[in-house]
């Protein structure tokens, strides 16, 4: 079964900082890119950023572009997204997605930035 | 910066048909935008239904289909059943690895 777990949502405090993960199974992980989409509160979908099969390219959304850093480990077929900064308007749901096109998504996992 | 555009709000009876479109602030959508479809109902992940203008998801039954309207993408959904009633959100992509999602339809099935 192909699947993607998220992890790693918490309550962080403005400023701080979070990793989340996203494990991936029933798939060739390497084989695809991996995005990363958020949804906030009573919002709408919004695309965060996107990497490569490699990880040779990486693209950010402009309203965490400089701040958010995703990463990818091929042997362990995971994805992940380094979120530094954090303001309270990054409090979403964070759900990765197999990309091109996004055809299968995790749960997802709760951020919330709050003091 | 170019804008995804979605109804806020549709309704349909139930047994109906009802056409959902995804457009653009400016410019048409064409096939080179990839249009993609996704289910959402509170509190649950969003489900594909359609990628790449008209491919069904696997496990999406035949009453969704999608297509290029004009100038814009469409999500048809015939026969409308009251568990359509969900946000349907549709996807482009832009280029440079960009996509950009509508802000979604809500549908309603009464």
């Known amino acids: 079964e192909v699947q993607l777990v998220e992890s790693g949502g918490i309550l962080v405090q403005p400023g701080g900082s979070l990793r989340l993960s996203c494990a991936a199974s029933?798939?060739?992980?390497?084989?695809?890119?991996m995005s990363w989409v958020r949804q906030a509160p009573g919002k709408g979908l919004e695309w965060v950023a996107n990497?490569?099969?490699?990880?040779?390219?990486?693209y950010y959304a402009d309203s965490v572009k400089g701040r958010f850093t995703i990463s990818r480990d091929n042997a362990k077929s995971s994805l992940y997204l380094q979120m530094n900064s954090l303001r309270a308007e990054d409090t979403a749901v964070y759900y990765c997605?197999?990309?091109?096109?996004?055809?299968?998504w995790g749960q997802g996992t709760t951020v919330t930035v709050s003091s | 910066q170019t804008v995804v555009t979605q109804e806020p709000s549709f309704s349909v009876s139930p047994g109906g048909t009802v056409t959902l479109t995804c457009g653009l602030s400016?410019?048409?959508?064409?096939?080179?935008?990839?249009p993609s479809w996704y289910q959402q109902t509170p509190g649950q992940a969003p489900r594909t239904l359609i990628y790449?203008?008209?491919t069904r998801s696997s496990g999406v039954p035949g009453r969704f289909s999608g297509s290029i309207l004009g100038n814009k993408a469409a999500l048809t959904i015939t026969g409308a059943r009251a568990d359509d009633e969900s946000d349907y959100y549709c996807?482009?992509?832009?280029?440079?690895?960009?996509?950009?999602f509508g802000g979604g339809t809500k549908l309603t099935v009464l």
């Open positions: 790449s203008t008209n």
């Open positions: 400016s410019g048409s959508v064409s096939t080179n935008y990839y």
């Open positions: 990497i490569k099969e490699d990880g040779s390219e990486k």
């Open positions: 996807v482009l992509y832009m280029g440079s690895g960009n996509w950009v």
């Open positions: 997605a197999r990309d091109y096109p996004m055809d299968v």
């Open positions: 029933g798939f060739t992980f390497s084989s695809y890119w």
